[in-house]
């Protein structure tokens, strides 16, 4: 039961995303950065002290996932909040959560976790409910196609961001490792932040508000709840569940910013929140006696 929660919270975190990133006037990597800095700055004071100790008692192939898992995490958020500019919410939504059929493939060989009958339809329905979501929405032409790549390759990131999660959850606490992977995806950033030569100052103060909200509720809260989870069940299962940040989302867009959604959406919320509920119904032994 306990991982139900932390899923929910996670789920319901990360749907504010897209909409202090739509509020906030600012470069993509500027949002990016500011996002991952706050974030690990929140943390350092909390997990400062057991950072290091975690840190040397892990092998050089476990600093080298850790490293790894940062990058990832950076490319994630860089791509995801670029391909924003170039194409869709839709589209860009749609392809950043494909993730969970590469999490589920790589899951395999990795861990052995066997998809079932089941598991791969609940897989199906969520899928078929995320385009149902974002039915007629999606655009063409060559900045479209470049949005939908960078959305693409974000998707496949944040696939091998929990992957990595995974493989390190039994050789390092979550608030050292939260705290090791923020800092360093935030140090990326700012670093290709700045080799662009994006000004991290004279935006507007709604801006930084919502940079800081984006790394306080979807960060802090809900990217580190999904770490959590994939501790307390696989991690095919936690990819799943973030399929449920555009019912999230959209129902937030309807409240916030007065966009209403359409039948298929609504159609697709359903199906989505299915779909999730078949995978998860899967999990018992990993659900049982949290």
Known sequence: MRAYLVLLVG???VSFAAIFIRLADAPPLVIAAYRLTIASLVLIPFAGKK???SLKRLSGRDSLLLLSSSFFLALHFALWITSLSYTSIASSVILVTCHPAFVAIVSYFLWREVLNRLT??????AFAGIVLVNYGGFTFGQEAILGNVLALIAGFAMGGYLI??????????ILPYLTLIYSGAAVMLLLATAGFGYS???YSAMTYLM?????VVPQLIGHSSFNLAVRLIPVTFVSVAILGEP????LLGYFILDEVPSA???IGGVLILAGIFIVLRQTPRYLGAK
């Open 11 to 13: 789920v319901v975190s």
């Open 51 to 53: 950072a290091m100790p």
């Open 120 to 125: 791969i339809g609940g897989m199906v329905v």
């Open 164 to 173: 990595i999660g995974g493989q390190l959850k039994a050789r390092i606490e």
């Open 200 to 202: 991290f100052t004279g």
């Open 211 to 215: 940079m800081a909200l984006l790394a």
């Open 247 to 250: 019912v999230g989302a959209t």
């Open 264 to 266: 298929s959406e609504l």
